[in-house]
């Protein structure tokens, strides 16, 4: 055979895809020819593609020295140099190519990927806009701009890009799958789902789109279907981290927390230095309420990568939620500055600006975010819950839009249907509004049971009789004199929604008193027994063992950690309503403390509990439970009465909003100071609020809070049969 013939049968066998035959081919010609530099370098080409860049480098080199001046064999060298990572001489290679020939379209591409591989995309874009420009018709050329665009943060650019490989190769699974996920980033979910069904039909036996595939099915709420496009993605390719990775988050959309930790902690065996999974596994003990380890696992995830705008925004909730507002604002701020186009952060700078008093820009914040994302349920809520019946018409209808999609995520639909219910209140729609609390709180309570935290009265209930058992006259006795007798410590205590926060807030107006909001240090000190005493036993029974030592040590830390929250003040209030289930170590360690108890009728407490949509509250969403844990109230508070050697100061809010002054002026008095003013302006008092009080006492007094229940006679008439029972008992 004519040495000719052999090469065009090699080169043929090699177009077909017959590597090994076509290797043969290419050795017999160069068996008969070393020196055939097109043997050579195709050889190495074909070394190449069945995974030896070694080999591939050494005979391609050789056909270089052959024929120095050919840009292909420079070009595929640096390919196979690429394929070992080495990625300067790689590139090298490539501008080699490029000065023997300049209109190279696939050096050129193969230079844009190297500089894409080495970090510099802003280079990358330009090398691979040369070569784009060269071949028009060259899909991948155009796929290859695109992702280097999307990590320029240039999302049009790059879906242009991608919109156009499509267009040039409708088969072309890879732009399909890209294209697919940047869509999903950007917000545009069913139209990303069309694309990601076809990247996966053309190419189902990649893992990496039934990956895509299963995340825009989870971002629609179709979990079932996610976690089975990531089961396939499992099996095609165990080692991929990031679909164990979201697994993880399926299953924590469902409720599932345990279940979803397991698959993050097999994601961060398989991609330790994983910035994202460790935020999700920082997600995860937040909604535990676990902020602590949650913020330890977000520091983690910056300290990976500190641009890394999901994980700020974690940070900034979990701070938020322990009541740190200044490094809360300043990671939100962040998540702004390095995304401006991520929607639940500005959702969540909206949840601040609120709680802060800021509601003009709360209110800008939740609009700027639904503008974002329509479909962002948590936003929807957020504008429903503020604005109540004055939300606009077309916010209404979005609000109805979005929770008719189907399927949604629990968690979801809950949030909608206590905003929804909210603004039916405000227009005085109140069946209808009755009808939605009643959907959101069996909701709460479906999520709640599978993440092993629903409500046991029962177990309640046993834990006031032994704090009733524990707390009686011998135990003030034996514990005279042992507490601290400072005046700074305030308790505002009572159920919630009983007037607390607006007490609070009357106050905190007072230039002499700082409002600390809702503290946990009374439990923590509780919690802190055992171990102070240095027993194992639980602390209602290490109780009895408690001295004078003790008491003044337990004392100590909890007015250092007041004056660490403020220390000018001359009073210090922590109105953490559940409190009162503390009422009997407050006094022990804190005689001089002014004890206040708000009261209001249990009827409007109960309608008001039963449509806030509680995080950590879990007995507000079942009519029996909020009537088991009222009467637990009345038994423990009707004990103290009896027993604890301190007074209390009670206060109703009816009075309190029939008569501002007088009471405030009670208030301010009870608390050893002389009268201010302010305290009557409290609605423009600036500090932080936490509670779903927010709104409300940002405004002057009203009184249509009262006799509310009203409105939900017949809805709510089994508890309120009830509460009468509890009230014709005393």
Not at 282 to 295: G, I, K
Not at 614 to 640: G, P, T
Not at 708 to 717: A, F, G, I, P, Q
């Amino acid at each position: 055979m004519l040495m000719h013939d052999a090469f065009s049968r090699a080169a043929r066998l090699h177009q077909q895809g017959h590597l090994h035959q076509a290797a043969q081919a290419y050795q017999a010609i160069l068996d008969r020819n070393p020196g055939h530099a097109d043997a050579l370098h195709l050889l190495g080409v074909v070394a190449l593609q069945l995974g030896d860049a070694w080999r591939a480098i050494d005979l391609i080199g050789q056909a270089i020295t052959l024929v120095p001046s050919s840009a292909a064999y420079h070009a595929n060298q640096g390919e196979a140099y690429r394929a070992i990572g080495q990625l300067d001489r790689a590139a090298q290679c490539c501008r080699t190519a490029l000065s023997l020939k300049p209109n190279y379209p696939e050096a050129a591409n193969n230079l844009g990927l190297l500089l894409l591989a080495k970090g510099d995309a802003a280079a990358a874009v330009n090398e691979l806009r040369q070569a784009v420009g060269l071949a028009p018709d060259r899909v991948l050329s155009h796929n290859n701009l695109g992702n280097a665009l999307r990590i320029m943060g240039d999302a049009g650019g790059a879906i242009e890009a991608f919109r156009k490989a499509v267009e040039l190769d409708v088969n072309c699974a890879e732009a399909h799958g890209n294209l697919g996920q940047l869509l999903l980033e950007q917000n545009q979910r069913q139209e990303a789902l069309v694309h990601c069904q076809e990247a996966v039909r053309l190419r189902p036996d990649l893992a990496e789109l039934q990956n895509n595939l299963g995340n825009v099915l989870r971002e629609l709420s179709r979990l079932a279907e996610a976690k089975d496009c990531y089961r396939e993605a499992m099996r095609l390719n165990p080692d991929l981290a990031m679909t164990y990775n979201n697994m993880g988050q399926a299953l924590q959309e469902e409720g599932d927390l345990r279940s979803a930790l397991n698959w993050y902690r097999q994601a961060l065996e398989r991609e330790p230095n994983s910035p994202r999974i460790q935020a999700n596994v920082a997600s995860v003990f937040e909604e535990q309420e676990s902020f602590d380890q949650a913020a330890k696992h977000y520091q983690v995830a910056l300290r990976l990568d500190p641009h890394f705008a999901e994980a700020h925004n974690g940070l900034g909730f979990t701070l938020h939620q322990q009541g740190k507002f200044a490094e809360a604002m300043e990671e939100y701020r962040a998540v702004i500055q390095l995304r401006p186009t991520f929607a639940p952060g500005h959702c969540n700078l909206g949840s601040l600006l609120e709680e802060l008093g800021d509601l003009k820009e709360a209110e800008a914040e939740f609009r700027m975010a639904l503008g974002l994302d329509r479909e962002l349920t948590a936003a929807h809520a957020q504008l429903a819950t503020l604005l109540r019946g004055k939300l606009p018409e077309d916010d209404l209808a979005a609000l109805r839009q979005a929770m008719a999609r189907t399927p949604l995520a629990i968690g979801k639909r809950l949030a909608l249907h206590f905003g929804l219910a909210h603004v039916l209140d405000g227009r005085g729609e109140y069946d209808a509004a009755a009808e939605h609390m009643q959907q959101g709180n069996a909701l709460c309570q479906e999520l709640w049971r599978k993440q092993g935290q629903n409500y046991d009265p029962q177990a309640h209930s046993d834990s006031v009789d032994r704090l009733i058992t524990a707390f009686n006259p011998d135990f003030y006795r034996q514990t005279r004199g042992f507490g601290h007798d400072s005046e700074r410590p305030v308790f505002i205590v009572g159920l919630p929604r009983s007037g607390t926060t607006l007490t609070e807030q009357i106050l905190a107006s007072h230039p002499l008193v700082f409002g600390a909001g809702e503290l946990n240090a009374i439990k923590a000190d509780f919690d802190a027994i055992p171990r102070l005493l240095k027993t194992s036993a639980p602390p209602i029974e290490a109780l009895a063992g408690l001295h004078r030592e003790a008491a003044q040590q337990l004392a100590s830390w909890h007015l250092t950690r007041l004056s660490k929250l403020n220390d000018t003040a001359q009073r210090v209030v922590d109105k953490m309503p559940d409190n009162y289930l503390y009422l009997g170590l407050i006094a022990t360690l804190f005689p001089q403390a002014r004890i206040i108890h708000c009261r209001r009728d249990l009827r409007d407490v109960a309608v008001s509990c039963w449509m806030t949509h509680f995080r950590h509250i879990r007995w507000a969403a079942d009519q029996e439970h909020i009537a088991a844990r009222f009467i637990d109230y009345r038994r423990i508070m009707d004990h103290w009465r009896q027993v604890l050697p301190v007074s209390i100061l009670e206060v109703d809010y009816e009075e309190t909003v029939a008569d501002l002054e007088g009471v405030a002026r009670k208030l301010i008095s009870w608390c050893g100071l002389a009268w201010d003013p302010a305290c009557l302006a409290f609605h423009r008092t600036t500090r932080p609020i936490r509670t779903a009080s927010v709104t409300q006492v940002r405004q002057p007094i009203y009184q249509r809070s009262v006799a509310r229940w009203k409105h939900y006679e017949t809805s709510l008439r089994p508890l309120f049969a009830a509460l009468e029972a509890i009230e014709s008992e005393r």
